[in-house]
Antibody
């Protein structure tokens, strides 16, 4: 059974940093593009970033470029999101998702971890 | 990277069919056959319902179908059931090698 378990969320002050982790199991992690998707309270889904199987390609939504860094450790079956210079508008549930096909869709999702940016 | 446009809400009676539209541009929906649809119940993670415009993952009811014409993709739910009441989001690959989600549609079963 495929499992994606996010951790690392919490309350952080504006300008602060947080590192999210996603532990994957039940599939060959190193064979799939992986992504982070977020959802602000009461709002819709927003794609944040993705990373290729070997980490050689990474893409970000404009609003997080230069502040967030996606990475992965295939030996540990883990995905990460380093979030710096956090803003109130980054408050959201952050989902980890594995991509299917050539990375064109998200077939498996974690349950999410809540990040709250507030003073 | 503007969100794809979906109607805020769609409703139907049990047994009816409804269609949700998802409008983008030639740089996303119109440019690639990489449109997917997700169902999300309150407090739950999204679930993949349709991928690559019209393909259904294993385990998803054949009452769900997808299509695309130009810059607009559509999700049709036939034989509407109470359990279909949820939020639905489309998503597309873009020319910037990123992805973009739709604004979301709340489906209500009357």
């Amino acid at each position: 059974e495929v499992q994606l378990v996010e951790s690392g969320g919490g309350l952080v002050q504006p300008g602060g940093s947080l590192r999210l982790s996603c532990a994957a199991s039940g599939f060959t992690f190193s064979s799939y593009w992986m992504s982070w998707v977020r959802q602000a309270p009461g709002k819709g889904l927003e794609w944040v970033a993705n990373i290729k199987q070997d980490g050689s390609e990474k893409y970000y939504v404009d609003s997080v470029k230069g502040r967030f860094t996606i990475s992965r450790d295939n030996a540990k079956n883990s995905l990460y999101l380093q979030m710096n210079s956090l803003r109130a508008e980054d408050t959201a549930v952050y989902y980890c998702a594995s991509a299917g096909g050539s990375g064109s869709y998200y077939q498996h999702w974690g349950q999410g971890t809540l990040v709250t940016v507030s003073s | 990277q503007s969100a794809l446009t979906q109607p805020a809400s769609v409703s139907g009676s049990p047994g009816q069919s409804i269609t949700i539209s998802c409008t983008g541009t030639s740089s996303d929906v119109g440019g690639y056959n990489y449109v997917s649809w997700y169902q999300q119940h309150p407090g739950k993670a999204p679930k993949l319902m349709i991928y690559d415009v019209s393909n259904r993952p294993s385990g998803v009811s054949n009452r769900f179908s997808g299509s695309k014409s130009g810059n607009t993709a559509s999700l049709t739910i036939s034989g509407l059931q109470a359990e279909d009441e949820a939020d639905y989001y489309c998503s597309s690959y873009t020319s910037s090698s990123t992805h973009v989600f739709g604004t979301g549609t709340k489906v209500t079963v009357l």
